[in-house]
């Protein structure tokens, strides 16, 4: 979320930067429900990973959804075990900023949520969103289950296909199984609501994303 030049390549295998083998401190509670941000996914509820560009933008979108029970700010899709925020930035680690949402299918599906992610971002750009340039800024989806990585899959082809009709270029949205979530620092934790006037840089294409057959928003 700063205008500085910043690697748009991921680190070569082996290279990263080394991490630390314990957690960086981060804020134990959410700002805005106060949900306990250290406690186990309630059980019924699911969690997913998105990164849409800069995440104290992407998190808002999340945590105003309702059937959302916590969203946190971190790191995924890398090397580098407990990155900082600061090596993140470097493009050393292989990381990307991404938002953990802990939801209710009962309340909300994934397919809602998916829905929310193409059309909240330009899933076009490569090591970039907006403005804001370089590999940690990257498009991706992490599942945690069968069912989310088949309607990730499914929602990228009908959304390409939107995209096409409408002009625009392929979609460069990496999409795996998650690894690893690392929270990132207490600040960045719901920064527009601590900071209401904060930068954001979310933007979409204007473009809506059709549900494929057989999978409803």
């Known amino acids: 979320m700063f205008f500085t030049k910043k690697p748009a390549a991921m680190p070569a295998k082996g290279e990263a930067l080394p991490g630390r083998g314990q957690p960086i401190p981060t804020a134990p509670t959410h700002f805005v429900n106060g949900v306990d941000l250290t406690a186990p996914t309630p059980e019924g ?47 050393q680690t292989g990381h990307t900023e991404v938002v953990r949402v802990v939801y209710d299918p009962a309340k909300v599906t994934a397919a809602d949520l998916m829905k929310l992610f193409w059309e909240g971002h330009d899933p076009t750009q490569g090591m970039r969103q907006g ?34 009709a409408a002009g625009r270029g392929q979609i460069t949205t990496e999409i795996d199984r998650l690894d690893k979530f690392y929270h990132a620092e207490d600040y960045h934790q719901q920064y527009l609501a601590k900071n209401p006037n904060g930068y954001c840089g979310i933007g979409g294409t204007g473009v809506s994303c059709p549900m494929p057959t057989g999978v409803s928003a």
């Open 45 to 91: 509820f699911e969690e997913i990973i998105f990164g849409m560009g800069c995440f104290w933008g992407v998190e808002r979108i999340f945590w105003q959804t309702e059937g959302v029970w916590a969203t946190q700010a971190g790191y995924a899709g890398g090397e580098t075990p407990n990155p900082t925020y600061e090596e993140t930035c470097t493009g």
């Open 131 to 164: 403005n804001d340039v370089g590999s940690q800024y990257r498009s991706a989806i992490f599942t945690t289950t069968e069912e989310q990585e088949k309607i990730a899959a499914a929602t990228r082809d009908t959304y390409q296909k939107a995209l096409n």
